[in-house]
């Protein structure tokens, strides 16, 4: 098994069509080390979005290679790629992206059950007590405040035990006390489970807590020396 949890290597992804055809990832090389946490930062519009969902495998790049847990994502046809994510890679967004027509319990389920996890709905009970909503468990999205809603997607997210953990600006939609209360989740989760995390983040004191930080400007990886 490989040592890494990401190896991306001469990255390049162009999106949009025509006049808006944007070249948003120039060849970006960048290893994360199982069990590190890397923060992403940069200016915005710099790529760091695009580049969490290329590590996530959401979106193929145009060229170069990508490998999560020692697999190579371009290897995988559409449907193989999907089970992957299910089983190896957890998603938070700033915008918590719940399934507003199932509760707490059920959004947590669903990765479980889509990877044949036996117990599912008790698993993800487990999960839900381990965020701190025990006791909201069958509450839908809208009754649930925004640092609820995101325990959830944490819950959901790390709930298959996910090799890594990607998170795009995870406190971007919380005011100050409660973004803190989802990091303090976030980074507890991550010891614990010994899952790495890359973390996009505009707080610097975020950026701060991770083992290292990697600065996007442009498309392009940053040099450490430079910045
Ligand atoms: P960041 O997260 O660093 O703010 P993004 O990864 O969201 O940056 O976007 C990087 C650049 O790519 C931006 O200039 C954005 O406008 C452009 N972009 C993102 N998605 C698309 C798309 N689907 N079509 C065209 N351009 C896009
Ligand atoms: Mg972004």
């Known amino acids: 098994m490989s040592d890494k949890a990401v190896a991306l290597s001469d990255i390049d992804l162009s999106l ?5 055809r944007v070249h948003v ?13 890397v923060g992403l930062v940069g200016p915005s519009g710099s790529g760091k979005s695009t580049l969490l969902m290329v590590m996530a495998g959401l979106e193929r790049p145009d060229s170069g290679r990508i490998a999560v847990a020692g697999t190579d994502l371009g290897g995988l046809d559409e449907d193989a790629l999907a089970r992957f994510r ?30 044949d996890v036996p117990d599912a709905l008790a698993r993800a009970a487990a999960e ?16 649930l405040s925004g640092g609820e809603q995101q325990r959830v997607a944490v819950a959901r997210a790390l709930a298959p035990n996910p090799a890594i953990l990607v998170a795009d600006e995870p406190t971007g939609n919380l ?8 990091v303090d989740l976030l980074f507890t ?5 010994g899952a790495t995390l890359v973390l996009v983040t505009h707080d610097p004191g975020l950026a701060r807590l991770c083992d290292r930080t990697v600065r996007l400007r442009a498309g392009r990886v940053e040099d450490p020396v430079a910045a």
Do not use: C
Request: avoid cysteine; proline fraction near 5%.
């Open 175 to 182: 005011d100050e006390a409660t973004g803190r209360g989802i």
């Open 16 to 20: 949009g069509r025509g006049p808006s």
């Open 86 to 115: 299910g089983r190896s890679i957890g998603i938070v967004f700033q915008a918590f992206h719940l399934v507003p027509t199932m509760t707490a319990l059920e959004n947590v389920a669903l990765p479980l059950e889509l990877a």
């Open 128 to 143: 839900l007590d381990a965020v701190g909503l025990g006791h909201r468990l069958h509450h839908y999205p809208a009754q």
């Open 25 to 37: 990832l120039r060849g970006i090389s960048l290893d994360v080390a199982k069990g590190e946490a």
């Open 189 to 193: 989760l991550k010891r614990e489970r």
